[in-house]
Nanobody, 132 residues
């Protein structure tokens, strides 16, 4: 997989954005995906992850109920719909891919149990800025 993240921008608090993570490589259906973010001056943190279909999804507490992760296997793209954005959501957002049989490793990284994950692919990051 080769990932390209996009969709970031400047939005007011309470607004919405949808991030996209497109795979220009091959084998998209065989991978699971996660979204991570790095706020200014802080460590990278997990946000959400998704299995090989839209039934297996997980969110960290800080975004649960506001963000929705999904994937379109026909378009080789993973999305992160972000609603009710808050200034503390300001960060560079990254997507990452992991082989489906290693989804536990993706989950471990998203929930902070693996701070140095070595995934096969990372997107380049897209900046989300939420103004108050």
């Amino acid at each position: 997989v080769q990932l390209q993240a996009s969709g970031g921008g400047l939005v007011q608090a309470g607004g919405s954005l949808t991030l996209s993570c497109a795979d220009s490589g091959s084998g998209f259906d065989d991978y699971t995906f996660g979204w991570f973010r790095q706020p200014p001056g802080k460590e990278r943190e997990g946000v959400s992850c998704i299995g090989t279909n839209n039934r297996l999804v997980y969110y960290v507490d800080s975004v649960n109920g506001r963000f929705t992760i999904s994937r379109d296997n026909a378009k080789n793209t993973v999305y992160l719909r972000m609603n009710d954005l808050k200034p503390e959501d300001t960060a560079v957002y990254y997507c990452a891919a992991e082989e489906q049989n290693l989804f536990a490793r993706m989950m471990s990284a998203v929930f902070g149990y693996n701070i140095t994950p070595h995934f096969p692919a990372w997107g380049q990051g897209t900046l989300v800025t939420v103004s108050s």
